[in-house]
């Protein structure tokens, strides 16, 4: 993973937090200088993401020796060795909860995602993520993601033109027609040519102007799949933009569809609600 500068910022903010140079424990047992070796362990199986990450933590806190097993996108197993650290007591001591934090979740999303990218893999369609992610770690969520398999919908509200349901009801208060969502994407069309286009659509009397309008991507939110198979009836072969599935969908609805031809599902989940990896730190 590239660490830029923006990255290094929260990796530093995380270690001020953890007041990493205020480490009384270590320095009052007289051993912050002494020089030690750790290994990192993964607690359950998983794909791995964040490594890069957590070697930048201690690399900030002093000189190291880093001996890795795996890299990014590897996958482990159980008690597998992750990666081996050498360096003073008050580096490795001082970064480890950090690490492991920044270690813990990332993988978690990248796990989470492998999980979704192989239910839906045979029948081709891509996972994307959502901008539900923690405030400041959203490049790193979206690295994890990719990590995982999955692909990264838009990174924050200038990559791509998206119309939602409040846009629709904001607009509409100052265009009356009936046609509003076909204007809706003629306006941003005329404006932000070339930039990718997608519309949410909440009922069919939406996704008739959406097919008129031609879109991008049309996103079906909150859809129940027996509604989609219709909607996508439609529609047929005159279809020129891809179909994107959201919202609460679980493993049952996930079934349902897949075995409707769309294109791509979002998931806030896998960034969201991703269970984190545990992984421990040993010195050996």
């Not at 990590?147 to 009356?176: C, E, T, W």
Request: aromatic content about 8%; proline content about 3%; hydrophobic content about 40%.
């Amino acid at each position: 993973m590239k660490l830029t500068p923006e990255i290094k910022a929260i990796i530093s903010h995380a270690l001020k937090e953890d007041r990493v140079f205020r480490d009384y424990t270590t320095r009052g047992l007289s051993i912050e200088n002494l020089n030690i070796t750790a290994v990192i362990y993964a607690g359950v199986d998983g794909r791995l993401a964040g490594l890069d990450i957590a070697r930048e933590v201690f690399k900030s806190l002093g000189k190291i020796k880093w001996s890795p097993v795996i890299e990014d996108g590897c996958d482990f197993r159980a008690g597998d060795e992750i990666v081996k650290i050498n360096a003073k007591a008050e580096v490795i001591l001082g970064g480890e909860r950090t690490a492991l934090n920044f270690l813990s979740h990332l993988s978690g999303v990248a796990t989470f995602t492998k999980r979704f990218v192989e239910l839906v893999s045979k029948n081709k369609i891509k996972i994307y993520d959502t901008r539900k992610t923690l405030p400041g770690l959203r490049k790193l969520d979206k690295y994890a993601v990719k990590i995982g398999g999955g692909y990264n919908h838009r990174i924050d509200l200038s990559q791509a033109l998206m119309i939602k349901d409040n846009h629709v009801n904001s607009f509409r208060k100052i265009y009356p027609g009936s046609d509003y969502i076909v204007e809706m994407v003629r306006r941003l069309r005329k404006r932000y040519p070339g930039k990718e286009l997608i519309i949410e659509v909440h009922g069919f009397q939406e996704w008739e102007q959406a097919i008129k309008a031609c879109p991008d991507v049309v996103m079906f939110d909150n859809w129940k799949p027996e509604d989609i198979e219709i909607a996508l009836k439609m529609v047929g072969k005159r279809r020129k933009f891809e179909i994107e599935i959201s919202g609460n969908i679980n493993l049952e609805q996930l079934e349902k569809i897949m075995e409707l031809g769309i294109d791509r599902i979002s998931l806030g989940k896998i960034t969201h609600s991703a269970p984190a990896i545990d992984f421990s730190l040993e010195v050996i």
